[in-house]
């Protein structure tokens, strides 16, 4: 099975201040045939089901604000907050699609400084 | 609006079975592929298995953790999934939530039903 370990697990940062969250699988994601990186992250408010925001590691869910980006391939993959807003405290997960079973990574909780 | 309603959870002692069901409505269910994905309480997400689209071959799949134990199966005519689980143990209480997929990634979620599995 691929393993997909997030980092850090928990995240402190300033409103209009910059996030960062790292996700690292134990063997590439990346489908040769298409050329896309299965990966996904999601967000999850308390009380609420996840969210997607971003699949094939780097297209944004239509809805989702600009300020979400997600980066990286291969085993190395980043969502980054690019100015962190008071709605955006949560539980990010990322999770890997390529192969089954499918796996996510352990859940980050991002919250306010 | 895509819509899923997850129903079907509840109190069940070890060993027990239970059905959960998912309802869909706002897209054609019979072309999407389907999922479920548990959280057990305070914890993360873990993935339960997936069904294919029929016109995909309806073939499922499933995580070791409920092999052999759960089984996954949809009604097309009636827009609905299913999670039919059995000898059931404590270690399944979780938080259930059906999926679509859309290429891999989880587009929509359900709300989720709760299964609570103590004697």
């Known amino acids: 099975d691929i393993v997909v370990a997030q980092s850090p697990d928990s995240l402190a940062v300033s409103l209009g201040e910059r996030a960062s969250i790292n996700c690292k699988s134990t063997?590439?994601?990346?489908?040769?045939?298409?050329?896309?990186?299965?990966l996904a992250w999601y967000q999850q408010k308390p009380g609420q089901p996840p969210k997607l925001l971003i699949y094939w590691a780097s297209t944004r869910e239509p809805g989702v604000p600009d300020r979400f980006s997600g980066s990286g391939s291969g085993t190395d993959f980043t969502l980054t907050i690019s100015s962190l807003q008071a709605e955006d405290v949560a539980v990010y997960y990322c999770?890997?699609?390529?192969?089954?079973?499918?796996?996510f990574g352990q859940g980050t909780k991002l919250e306010i400084k | 609006e895509v819509r899923l309603v997850d129903s079907g959870g509840g109190l069940v002692k070890p060993g027990g079975s239970l059905r959960l069901s998912c309802t869909g409505s706002?897209?054609?269910?019979?072309?999407?592929?389907m999922s479920w994905v548990r959280q057990a309480p305070g914890k993360g997400l873990e993935w339960v298995g997936h069904?294919?689209?029929?016109?995909?071959?309806?073939?499922?799949d499933s995580g070791a953790p409920v092999k052999g134990r759960f089984s996954i199966s949809r009604d097309d005519s009636k827009s609905t999934l299913y999670l039919q689980m059995n000898s059931l143990k404590t270690e399944d209480t979780a938080v259930y939530y059906c999926?679509?997929?859309?290429?891999?990634?989880?587009?929509?979620w359900g709300q989720g039903t709760l299964v609570t599995v103590s004697s």
């Open positions: 069904i294919k689209s029929n016109s995909a071959g309806g073939t499922t």
């Open positions: 999770h890997q699609y390529y192969t089954t079973p499918n796996t």
């Open positions: 706002g897209f054609i269910f019979s072309n999407a592929w």
């Open positions: 999926t679509t997929k859309y290429f891999g990634s989880l587009n929509y």
């Open positions: 063997q590439s994601v990346l489908d040769s045939s298409s050329n896309k990186n299965c």
